[in-house]
């Protein structure tokens, strides 16, 4: 038998190859660049995700807390806050809400924090379209909207 596939030649090793049957090997490359990638993507992704953070869960630069809360006639409520800001030349707005015995918004109200003090305290009323059990502040701001501000 001639030429079969089962052929062996005397002396060859079974390592090698046949010459022009499946192209050249590739040559051995060096690795080190993609670590060099992953490191710098790695870094990338790690500073997003620490300025995410920092931007996100930092200290707010304006707060408010209730102080108390008492309910009114004509489904009113009057609330007080104490208003914490880092620049107190700056002026601020924060949103305060009521809430219903379900849980649900039942009136808002957008406050203007006029530039002054670092800390105050302001009270004002609240209008619900029924009867308020709680009020709470939604948040505060230095971007006030332009009907809210003064001229």
Do not use: H, Q
Not at 38 to 49: C, K, Y
Not at 65 to 84: C, D, H, Q, S
């Amino acid at each position: 038998m001639a030429g079969g596939p089962a052929e062996t030649v005397v002396g060859s090793s079974a390592s090698t190859l046949p010459e022009g049957r499946y192209g050249t090997g590739r040559a051995p490359t060096s690795r080190r660049w993609r670590r060099w990638l992953f490191l710098a993507i790695a870094l990338l992704v790690s500073g997003v995700v620490a300025y995410v953070a920092y931007v996100n869960l930092g200290a707010a630069p304006i707060d408010a807390e209730r102080v108390a809360f008492a309910g009114k006639p004509g489904n009113a409520m009057e609330i007080t806050l104490n208003v914490t800001r880092d620049d107190n030349n700056r002026p601020g707005v924060c949103i305060v809400r009521v809430r219903d015995k379900t849980g649900a918004e039942s009136g808002r109200k957008e406050l203007l924090i006029p530039a002054g003090a670092k800390y105050s305290t302001i009270t004002t009323t609240i209008k619900s379209i029924g009867a308020p059990v709680t009020a709470d502040v939604y948040g505060c701001s230095y971007d006030i909207p332009r009907y809210l501000s003064t001229p």
